[in-house]
């Protein structure tokens, strides 16, 4: 009987991870507006840092289609991106 406190623990975690892949993945859209912003064409997006909590952010490295090797840094908190680099 005293397992089900831990299990009922345990199940909000499991069901806590996908929200946050829901928000990256939310959240890839408006760093590809944000890098269209800073003169960039999106081509390929990477999650850099994911950080969750009540401070929840993600940096993204979004790739530039003009250059191969050209690439913005946007970071995310909630639905705000900012252009970093």
């Keep these: 009987m005293h397992r089900a ?5 345990l199940l909000l975690l ?6 946050g892949a829901v928000t990256v993945s939310a959240g890839q859209a408006e760093a590809k507006e944000a890098a269209r912003a ?6 390929k997006v990477e999650v ?3 950080l969750v ?3 929840a952010a993600t940096v ?4 530039c289609s003009e250059d191969k090797e050209a690439f913005v840094l946007v970071e995310c908190r909630s639905r705000i991106c ?3 680099r």
Excluded at 14 to 19: I, K, M, R, S
């Design 38 to 43: 800073g003169g960039c064409t999106p081509a």
């Design 60 to 63: 993204f490295k979004v790739g």
């Design 53 to 55: 909590g009540r401070e």
């Design 82 to 84: 900012t252009l970093l």
């Design 14 to 19: 499991l069901a806590a991870v996908p929200a």
């Design 5 to 9: 406190p831990a299990l009922a623990a």
């Design 48 to 50: 850099l840092r994911h």
